[in-house]
């Protein structure tokens, strides 16, 4: 029950933040949206009648789960970075409940609204551009979920890297621009590349919206345990550096 309310109370301020700092909530949607606009109409004026049209419709899907990809993968390390920047990271060690516990509710909170967000702006994405795509909103939300947990665990080991040494923002901005790249990858039937994190759920989620495709239950299954997998191992690897800056007292060091 103490979990349920963490995790409550870890929304209610990403809620108050979120009104804190509108200006800087606001202004990164509008970009957000602006570069996607940017892309879609830059693509279908540039190939014209040549251009098909599930294409456009792959660009929509794809940019909506590169932004939620992207997200999910940071908020872990931006977590870090920011409660060692307020000088309250030493602070969330002394809970009952376990760092690990702590930033998982933290990070569950985030993707929570995260979905939420991007699902408005795939709304207005597909308004604007008059692209209505067919939808399954509680599978798309399903699938999203199973598959960010995969990039959960390599913000985890990110995140220890990050007790360490802090700032390691331009080796995430690389990796998280990396997925644009693999997303174009082939991951079913099942290869080497189904084994990627978070990959295989965006292009089954590409091919169920744009193409009409459909897929045995084995494979999500198989989705869910690979990102388990990436999941535990991020957690090991986060109290491996975890432990490392406890005995390097680097955990209140910005």
């Not at 209610?12 to 949607?29: A, C, D, M, Q």
């Not at 913000?155 to 995430?172: E, L």
């Not at 989705?223 to 997998?229: D, E, K």
């Not at 535990?232 to 975890?242: A, E, H, Q, S």
């Amino acid at each position: 029950m103490s979990y349920i309310i963490l995790i409550i109370n870890e929304l209610k301020k990403l809620g108050k933040e979120i009104k804190r700092y509108y200006f800087e909530f606001i202004s990164g949607t509008i970009i957000m949206f602006g570069i996607f606009l940017a892309l879609f109409f830059g693509l279908k004026n540039f190939a014209g009648d040549s251009l098909e049209a599930t294409s456009l419709d792959s660009l929509i899907v794809g940019y909506i789960l590169w932004g939620i990809a992207m997200q999910s993968f940071q908020s872990v390390s931006s977590m870090i970075w920011d409660e060692s920047q307020k000088g309250t990271l030493e602070k969330l060690y002394l809970s009952h409940l376990g760092i690990e516990k702590i930033f998982l509710a933290k990070v569950f909170a985030s993707i929570l609204f995260t979905i939420f967000f991007n699902v408005v702006i795939l709304f207005l994405a597909m308004l604007i551009t008059g692209r209505w795509l067919n939808i399954n909103y509680p599978y798309f939300i399903f699938m999203i979920i199973i598959s960010v947990i995969s990039l959960v665990g390599i913000g985890f080991a990110g995140g220890g890297i990050a007790i360490i040494h802090k700032k390691v923002t331009s080796i995430f901005s690389i990796f998280s621009f990396g997925i644009i790249g693999l997303m174009a990858l082939t991951t079913y039937p099942m290869n080497v590349f189904s084994f990627l994190p978070y990959v295989p759920g965006a292009k089954t989620l590409i091919g169920s919206i744009v193409h009409g495709q459909t897929y045995p239950l084995w494979w999500y299954g198989f989705i869910f345990v690979t990102s388990l997998v990436y999941l535990v191992g991020g957690l090991y690897l986060f109290k491996i550096y975890d432990r490392k800056a406890r005995k390097m007292n680097k955990l209140g060091v910005y």
